[in-house]
């Protein structure tokens, strides 16, 4: 019991640092992005920039809002996560409480998910997910950018298995007193899987804010595009040759930054929303995932 006693104190000191440690090496490169977009060109063109700014300056953000493709896919890209996550949310339970019945509730369960499983393990290949996409007459619009993924199959299935461990007692005393599915479905079962709910909202904006491809190939105008996809035009393909038409003004602005402080101000600035929200669902988030993935 001595040995014991004062161990864990040694154990728990190794543990904080080994964790500590980790969390630093995540969080590092963050920083230097934003240290890079805090400094002057200069510096930051020299790689003399690590994790503190060198001559603090915010030009390259006072340069990246006078951008209003910026302003207008940043725009573009809170309209998706909106609307995107009500979708894939409403539909994720609307699927899932069904599949999450036993199989003398609902016969036809097991063919349902097995129909769902196999979609996740293949697929229509891009160019029919076009063509589909285009008959439909979704081209450059947003709800080309959330249709195509509004029933995310790996959500329902981890929502599912939420509400199958879920007491059934519950379900049964509330048909018992006359409840329909609809009623147990949003007054039971919703408010008990908050857990697993706020687990699958932080999967969706990720997966809305940080996509990008779809952007490239279903948008036509540049306006149209959402945040990743201008960041993708603009930072990963930048073009010099489109500084031929800009003004005065913006070569003058121009000339007090560079195009690596430019491009991390812009980098930051797509991933400070995600940043925002994580903070108020990660209590969730290891709970959530953890009992939403024990069985099947």
């Known amino acids: 019991m001595i040995r014991a006693g004062t161990g864990r104190p040694l154990f728990q000191l190794f543990n904080y640092t080994l964790l500590a440690l980790i969390s630093f090496a995540c969080v590092a490169p963050l920083i230097n992005v934003l240290s890079v977009s805090l400094s002057e060109s200069a510096e930051a063109a020299a790689g003399s920039v690590k994790l503190w700014p060198v001559h603090f300056t915010i030009e390259s953000y006072a340069f990246a809002f006078k951008d209003k493709l910026l302003l207008s896919s940043y725009w573009v890209s809170i309209q998706r996560v909106t609307l995107g996550v009500a979708i894939n949310m409403f539909l994720t339970i609307l699927v899932a409480y069904p599949l999450s019945k036993e199989t003398r509730d609902f016969r036809l369960r097991t063919y349902y998910a ?92 990720v997966n809305h804010w940080n996509s990008w491809f779809d952007g490239l190939i279903l948008m036509k105008r540049p306006e149209h595009y959402p945040l990743q996809t201008y960041l993708q035009t603009k930072v990963i393909s930048f073009n010099a040759n489109a500084l031929a038409g800009a003004t005065k003004e913006e070569l003058q602005a121009l000339m007090a930054v560079s195009d690596r402080t430019l491009k991390a101000a812009q980098i930051f600035l797509a991933a400070l929303p995600i940043m925002c929200i994580y903070p108020f669902l990660q209590k969730y988030f290891v709970k959530g995932i953890v009992m939403g993935s024990v069985k099947e």
Request: a positive charge; proline letters at 7%.
């Open 114 to 205: 097995w129909f769902l499983f196999v979609t996740i393990l293949f697929n229509g290949g891009l160019i029919p997910w076009y063509v589909t996409i285009r008959q439909l007459h979704l081209m450059d619009s947003i709800w080309a950018l959330m249709l195509p993924s509004a029933v995310p199959v790996f959500n329902c299935i981890l929502l599912l298995n939420f509400f199958r461990q879920l007491p059934r007692e519950l379900q049964e005393s509330a048909h018992v007193d006359g409840a329909g599915h609809w009623t147990i479905l949003w007054r039971i079962m919703v408010p008990l899987s908050k857990p697993a709910l706020a687990t699958l909202v932080l999967f969706a904006c």
